[in-house]
């Protein structure tokens, strides 16, 4: 969608700013609404040079980190040890593999193979997400 026309299907229209913007920092509960969202890719996009609050599911660190993921994946290929240390944390917040696949440009077969390639036995979070 062009501009800023995709707001008036977000599923958050109409919803109080304090829930996307906490003064607490505590954005559990913006996230769980994102993820229902029929325009979550419009509000990620348009998030992703934002500074603060939740956009499409995402605080600002985790929107960080997928900035850093998409620029290195230009010159790196995912199974670079950083690319798949950002996939995993991606994942373990709850961005599920077919979404980060659209917005990462990763087939999502890669995702997945990513996120089970580990050093150390950790984050059952993480499978959880993968599985589902």
Same mark, same amino acid.
């Given at each position: ?8 299907? &977000?599923? +958050? %229209? ?5 829930? !996307? !913007?906490?003064? @607490? ?7 769980? !609404? +994102?993820?229902?969202? =029929?325009?979550?890719?419009?509000c990620l996009a348009y998030g992703l040079e934002e500074d603060h609050g939740v956009w499409g599911g995402l605080n600002r660190a985790e929107?960080?980190?997928? /900035? ?12 670079? =040890? &950083? ?10 917040? @709850?961005? %599920? =593999? ?6 990462? @440009? ?14 150390? /036995?950790? @984050? ?9």
């Amino acid at each position: 969608m062009r501009g800023l026309s995709w707001q008036d299907n &977000a599923r +958050c %229209a109409g919803a109080g700013l304090n829930l !996307f !913007f906490p003064d @607490g920092g505590d954005t559990r509960r913006a996230k769980a !609404f +994102c993820a229902g969202c =029929p325009v979550w890719g419009d509000c990620l996009a348009y998030g992703l040079e934002e500074d603060h609050g939740v956009w499409g599911g995402l605080n600002r660190a985790e929107r960080a980190r997928l /900035r850093r993921l998409r620029q290195r994946l230009t010159v790196l290929p995912a199974a670079d =040890p &950083a690319n798949t240390a950002d996939i995993r944390r991606l994942l373990s917040v @709850g961005l %599920a =593999p077919e979404r980060l696949s659209e917005v990462a @440009g990763i087939e999502v077969e890669i995702i997945k193979a990513r996120a089970k390639h580990t050093g150390r /036995r950790r @984050g059952s979070r993480l499978r959880q997400a993968v599985v589902a």
